[in-house]
């Protein structure tokens, strides 16, 4: 196995200062999220403007936590405990394309170990850990849903069900 | 379901949509609950609370904003139907919304949907804005004085959040911690303000009671289990798939077996869970020759529940003990540790899994797990805590066997000693 990088939680939050900056279409884009709740609630809008700050940063980091306080008015800690309950928010910088392979009963019994074994034995990761080129990372997670489709993975926010090896292969080979 | 661009609202309305909104505001909002409640519809997200009941709970005098929440989280282990739902039918779901909020006196809808499934809330999106550009949300919709906005909110990763006060705390941009009932929603829920959440099976299926009537949607079902159902099948079977089928449907043996194609590989039934993992696991005898109606008096009769409807089928080559292993590491990874005998709890058994997998069981460990769980069930502080005893409870009555082999004998049924 290739060295890799464990993504589990962070040892390293609040420790930065930095303000993260976003570009204006950015900014209006958080302003509609906020605009869908009463004015005095603007705080209901944090986890959609938490996976802007993902999709934005490419993980949960300080600064874009930083920004959030501000632009919700809240405190960083009030930020960093919503964003730590939830299994999406990445508290380390992911790889490129990161594969979630769900590992919950009817994808198990219907080969998820099989795939696991063969997407990580092709990345030279374990699950849980980062290519050296930070192209992938492969995370194990509970069910997202596709239990008639096992077994499934999710890469990005695409769905990939009814795996076999060979497919496999083909959606690994996509990702290049 | 299937019908092609059903999606759109120009099919949906060329199919007859949007009809029984303009039947609802055609009557006063009481009759509406009303048609609802003689409909018999049960909540369709696992707890089959009478839908009429809970609406009829909203005060009408309450001078605050009322709210009409849709639970989209969808996240229990064998249940995938909302996501058929909102996939191919998402205006269905925003004219239920709609009527309720005629019914209700409310002005705004939230779609609050697990955040995996952002591909839905693209549709859901796409569809709120249609429905906005033809006047069926905002102001005065179809010249009925209702003022009405339904707006997506994006969950993440959180099972917990299908409980329904999780899932307000949620909303409000805070941790998935469930709330203590009463106060109920329907009193003080999202803003502490009334709210009424429901279910996505359950909120598309009042544009058909409206436009049949309740009695008649009533009749499709039971008396007590009014109108259809729909179960997602996964698991060992020939076809799985999501299925529609009146409540009462009879019988359960003849849904696996000839509906849903039989068994994979001519292989024997070992196993079903039918509502979700969060309800008692079937074994084989329970269920074959026995003709178990599908509805939630039925299953409850024959050792199990309707729960969400997620049927979990598992053939003979699945050990019992190393499948109910993997829903215990389930709920103890989506426990949200607000309560101590669910965190601790759901841990601990965990652990007892994990040793026995390792070949280092005890005999005294099957009656071990089931003190944990007694000391979990119905002392936990929301539901999650039970649901994750329910599982280890019926694996360890129905399958004595597969748990004694491995105590004992430290293998597993299936002749295979590695981890599921």
């Known amino acids: 196995m290739a060295a890799a990088t464990p993504t589990s939680y962070t040892d390293k939050i609040l420790v930065s200062d930095e303000v993260a900056e976003f570009s204006a279409a950015v900014v209006e884009e958080m302003k509609m999220h906020v605009a869908k709740y009463p004015a005095e609630r603007s705080r209901s809008a944090l986890i959609p403007l938490l996976f802007v700050i993902q999709r934005e940063r490419g993980w949960v980091d300080n600064p874009g936590v930083n920004f959030l306080a501000k632009f919700l008015n809240l405190e960083v800690t009030d930020v960093w405990e919503t964003a730590t309950f939830y299994s999406m928010f990445n508290m380390r910088p992911v790889g490129r394309h990161h594969i979630q392979i769900c590992k919950t009963l009817s994808c198990k019994i219907m080969g998820e170990p099989e795939i696991t074994d063969h997407i990580c034995s092709k990345l030279g990761i374990h699950p849980g850990e980062t290519t050296e080129d930070g192209k992938y990372t492969v995370t194990m997670v509970e069910c997202l849903g596709s239990c008639g489709t096992a077994p499934m993975m999710q890469i990005g926010f695409d769905y990939h069900e009814d795996l076999t090896t060979e497919k496999v292969d083909k959606i690994l080979e996509a990702c290049k | ?420």
């Not at chain 2, 060992?236 to 009146?246: C, I």
């Not at chain 2, 359960?252 to 039918?274: S, V």
């Not at chain 2, 269920?287 to 003979?316: H, Q, T």
């Open chain 2, 1 to 420: 379901m299937h019908v092609k661009d059903g999606h759109t609202l120009k099919v949906y309305r060329d199919h007859g949509g949007y009809k029984a909104l303009e039947k609802a505001l055609k009557m006063a909002p009481a009759d509406v609950i009303d048609e609802v409640k003689k409909s018999a519809l049960r909540g369709r997200g696992g707890a089959g609370f009478p839908t009429g009941m809970k609406w009829s709970f909203v005060p009408k005098d309450s001078p605050k904003v009322k709210y009409v929440v849709c639970n989209a989280d969808e996240s229990e282990p064998g249940t995938f139907k909302d996501r058929y739902l909102m996939e191919r039918d998402p205006h269905a779901l925003l004219e239920g919304m709609i009527i309720a909020g005629w019914a209700l006196g409310s002005t705004t809808g939230f779609i609050y949907t697990r955040g995996e499934y952002k591909y839905l809330i693209d549709v859901m999106d796409v569809a709120i804005a249609e429905a906005r550009e033809a006047g069926l949300l905002g102001k005065n919709i179809l010249g009925s004085g209702l003022d009405m906005d339904i707006h997506t909110h994006t969950g993440a990763g959180a099972y917990i959040c299908g409980e329904e006060t999780a899932l307000l705390s949620s909303l409000e941009g805070h941790r998935g911690h469930p709330r203590l009932k009463p106060p109920f929603p329907a009193v003080e829920g999202v803003y502490a303000s009334p709210t009424v959440v429901n279910n996505v099976e359950t909120l598309t299926a009042v544009p058909q009671i409206i436009n049949m009537g309740g009695e008649a949607w009533q009749k499709l079902g039971t008396e007590k289990s009014g109108g259809t159902k729909l179960w997602s099948v996964s698991g060992h079977v020939n076809k799985p798939g999501v299925y529609e089928l009146p409540m009462g449907y009879a019988d359960m043996e003849k849904f696996i077996m000839e509906d849903c194609g039989g068994i994979r590989g001519g292989k024997k039934l070992k196993a079903c869970i039918p509502g979700g993992s969060s309800v008692y696991i079937m074994n084989a005898g329970q269920i074959v020759g026995k003709n178990v109606p599908m509805d939630y008096e039925g299953l409850v009769a024959a050792g199990s529940s309707v729960g969400s409807g997620g049927f979990i089928v598992m053939d003979e080559t699945v050990d019992i003990v190393e499948s109910t292993k993997n829903l215990t590491e389930f709920y103890k990874h989506e426990s949200c540790g607000w309560c101590t005998p669910c965190r601790e709890g759901t841990d601990w058994l965990v652990k007892i899994f994990n040793r026995i997998s390792e070949g280092s069981g005890r005999p005294e460990d099957a009656q071990l797990m089931l003190d944990i769980c007694d000391n979990i069930e119905g002392k936990s502080f929301c539901p999650l805590g039970d649901a994750a005893a329910w599982p280890i409870q019926s694996a360890i009555k129905q399958f004595p066997d597969d748990f004694k082999k491995w105590l004992v004998d430290k293998t597993a049924s299936n002749g295979v000693t590695a981890n599921i």
